[in-house]
């Protein structure tokens, strides 16, 4: 996990893989862990450094033994920490989402004729101007079938009357 051989382990303290920055914190849970009572327990989350200086999450459960001993569990905890991170975002991003959906759930006044939404202070825009203001919504903008026919039909009448004049 670390990246040392036994020997080097062997050689080396609790504090010797503590981040450089955090040797103080270090020399504190050295003192706090060698005066635990015999049964006692701590458990606390900290950074480990490999040998090669990169630095990792782990998960350190402490405990001591009758002979005034301790010994420790260590778990790698790197995948549980990238886990929480992908939750908060995940929590973020559905907050966000409904925040989206209460500002655009509640009664819109729309122009029947030209489908313009009046805003609170009475003026008139543009559904696609209100839903972009409010949403991370885009727009692209075509014709359905219907419109297009309809397009059609006003301008090959438009283009009769061209011709007849």
Not at 25 to 40: C, F, I, N, P, Y
Not at 79 to 90: F, G, S, V, Y
Not at 115 to 132: A, C, F, L, P, S
Request: some cysteine; overall charge positive; proline content about 2%.
């Amino acid at each position: 996990m670390l990246g040392y051989s036994e020997d080097e382990l062997c050689k080396m303290t609790t504090v010797d893989t503590y981040p450089l920055d955090e040797m103080a914190v270090a020399r504190r849970r050295l003192m706090e862990m060698r005066a635990m009572r015999a049964g006692k327990t701590m458990h606390f989350e900290r950074q480990m450094r490999r040998k090669n200086g990169t630095l990792f999450p782990v998960e350190i459960s402490v405990g001591a033994l009758v002979d005034g001993n301790t010994h420790a569990i260590i778990r790698d905890i790197t995948e549980r920490k990238q886990m929480e991170k992908e939750r908060e975002k995940l929590i973020l991003e559905l907050q966000e989402a409904l925040a989206n959906v209460k500002q655009l759930s509640r009664l819109l006044p729309i122009c029947a004729s030209c489908k313009k939404i009046r805003y609170d202070k009475g003026y008139w825009n543009q559904i696609e101007e209100y839903i972009t203001e409010h949403t991370d919504t885009l727009f692209s903008h075509g014709m359905c079938p219907d419109c297009l026919e309809k397009a059609r039909y006003e301008f090959e009448k438009l283009k009769k009357i061209n011709k007849s004049e």
